[in-house]
């Protein structure tokens, strides 16, 4: 079973810019959680999309957002990029039926550097 | 608002001694708590979670984690650490909202 895939895994952007991070699922996931790690702040959450609707929203501002499609891929955006946003962004998935009691599985993450 | 706290941004062990890592939590209601392992460049690895039942839960790698509910505490224990263990760790918790939310992370070095 492919695991949580990211891409892309690198990317330079300079401020101003805005960047889109793509996340395929587990097979069979349907929610898909996004977190931002940065060494200072740790892992913060970013939200999380459940059959292609926003469940859960952390606490940042209106440039960060995202989307999921109807195969569970979601991407999320940065627009307007700061210093501040270099970070790994980290995409977890997970399946949410009955049986699950919160266990994620994550990707590699997608390390963003802002120049 | 529910948390979890890890009070050590490093913990040193040499290879061979038990190792701890501390983890408190703030929840309301029956907590959902959980460990992960952070290797260099990769994601989260999932390796243990209590959810009810017995308080010492077992996971990945010979790692095990004591759940005390009136310490609100929930570290993290091996009895013999391997090098290999040198790690970022982190510990979470599943709020109300149903999100995980993780703590700040602590580095373990496991000294030859």
């Known amino acids: 079973k492919a695991g949580v895939t990211q891409t892309p895994r690198y990317l330079i952007k300079t401020r101003g810019q805005q960047v889109t991070l793509s996340c395929s699922p587990i097979?069979?996931?349907?929610?898909v959680s996004w977190y931002q790690q940065t060494p200072g702040q740790g892992l913060q959450f970013l939200f999380e999309?459940?059959?292609?609707?926003?469940?859960n929203k952390g606490n940042f501002p209106g440039r960060f957002s995202g989307r999921q499609f109807s195969n569970s891929r979601s991407e999320m955006n940065v627009s307007t990029l700061e210093l501040g946003d270099s970070a790994l962004y980290l995409c977890?998935?997970?399946?949410?039926?009955?049986?699950?009691?919160?266990?994620?599985?994550f990707g590699e993450g997608s390390r963003l550097t802002v120049l | 608002a529910q948390s979890v706290a890890q009070p050590e941004d490093q913990v040193n062990v040499a290879e061979g001694n038990p190792l701890t890592v501390k983890c408190t939590y703030s929840?309301?209601?029956?907590?959902?708590l959980f460990w992960y392992v952070q290797y260099p460049n990769r994601g989260l690895q999932f390796l243990l979670k209590?959810?009810?039942?017995?308080?010492l839960v077992k996971g990945s790698y010979g790692f095990e984690a004591e759940f005390n509910k009136s310490q609100t505490s929930f570290h993290l224990k091996k009895p013999s650490a391997l090098v290999s263990d040198s790690a970022l760790y982190f510990c979470?918790?599943?709020?109300?909202?149903?999100?995980?939310?993780f703590g700040k992370g602590t580095r373990l070095h496991i000294l030859p």
């Open positions: 977890a998935s997970s399946s949410k039926d009955v049986t699950n009691t919160g266990e994620l599985f």
């Open positions: 097979s069979g996931h349907r929610s």
């Open positions: 999309y459940f059959s292609e609707t926003q469940r």
């Open positions: 929840v309301s209601g029956n907590p959902y």
């Open positions: 209590y959810i009810t039942g017995d308080n």
């Open positions: 979470a918790v599943r709020d109300r909202d149903d999100k995980i939310i």
